[in-house]
T-cell receptor
Framework: DADVTQTPRNRITKTGKRIMLECSQT?????MYWYRQDPGLGLRLIYY???????NKGEISDGYSVSRQAQAKFSLSLESAIPNQTALYFC?????????????FGPGTRLTVL | QQQVKQSPQSLIVQKGGISIINCAYE??????FPWYQQFPGKGPALLIA?????SEKKEGRFTISFNKSAKQFSLHIMDSQPGDSATYFC???????????FGQGTELSVKP
């Protein structure tokens, strides 16, 4: 969905490096999420934010941090990357005012930590 | 703790056949059960969803069957087509709770 963009789309880095993944949305949604996808494990929630002043840990937040710079921007940081953080990362948004709880996903960032 | 368990992990179906993917959940407070479809290189996208006040929801060739007492729900794809080849995720959440708990995913391959 072009309304949710992620940069970079692919990144190869080395152990110990600091990495930032960025997410921007033009959907006007208050809620934003970061997930990681691993084969056989599905999508697991890292952090979520229900508005600019609200940040919450998900089920696998250790080793990650986030920043909600504006309603439209939500960044995920790996302070010191390690190989088991190699995964596909997705940003998503949702609108709490709609009857459905549909989440709209970005195209993903493939991160490889060597 | 995996609150939503999905099976099978992979599925191969012939064109025209029925694809069936199953999910089971633990938290009885869940009241929204969506299925997401993901094509290679893309993010997941909502396919169909159900709330527990109904036992079945159909949209075209896609049907969700819901069994509240068994805490299970399943996705049926009728007349499966090669274009249905994708990864499917079930999920669960509490209404307006925002957080989706996803299953492990099923990679579906429909052979011509």
């Amino acid at each position: 969905d072009a309304d949710v963009t992620q940069t970079p789309r692919n990144r190869i880095t080395k152990t110990g490096k600091r990495i930032m993944l960025e997410c921007s949305q033009t959907k006007g949604h208050d809620r934003m999420y970061w997930y990681r996808q691993d084969p056989g494990l599905g999508l697991r929630l890292i952090y979520y934010s229900f508005d600019v002043k609200d940040i919450n840990k998900g089920e696998i937040s250790d080793g990650y941090s986030v920043s909600r710079q504006a309603q439209a921007k939500f960044s995920l940081s790996l302070e010191s990357a390690i190989p088991n953080q190699t995964a596909l990362y997705f940003c998503a948004t949702s609108d709490p005012d709609r009857r459905t709880d549909t989440q709209y996903f970005g195209p993903g960032t493939r991160l490889t930590v060597l | 703790q995996q609150q939503v368990k999905q099976s099978p992990q992979s599925l191969i179906v012939q064109k025209g056949g029925i694809s069936i993917i199953n999910c089971a959940y633990e938290n009885t407070a869940f009241d929204y059960f969506p299925w997401y479809q993901q094509f290679p290189g893309k993010g997941p996208a909502l396919l169909i969803a159900i709330r527990p006040d109904v036992s079945e929801k159909k949209e075209g060739r896609f049907t969700i069957s819901f069994n509240k007492s068994a805490k299970q729900f399943s996705l049926h794809i009728m007349d499966s087509q090669p274009g249905d080849s994708a990864t499917y995720f079930c999920a669960a959440s509490m209404t307006r709770g925002g957080k989706l708990i996803f299953g492990q995913g099923t990679e579906l391959s429909v052979k011509p």
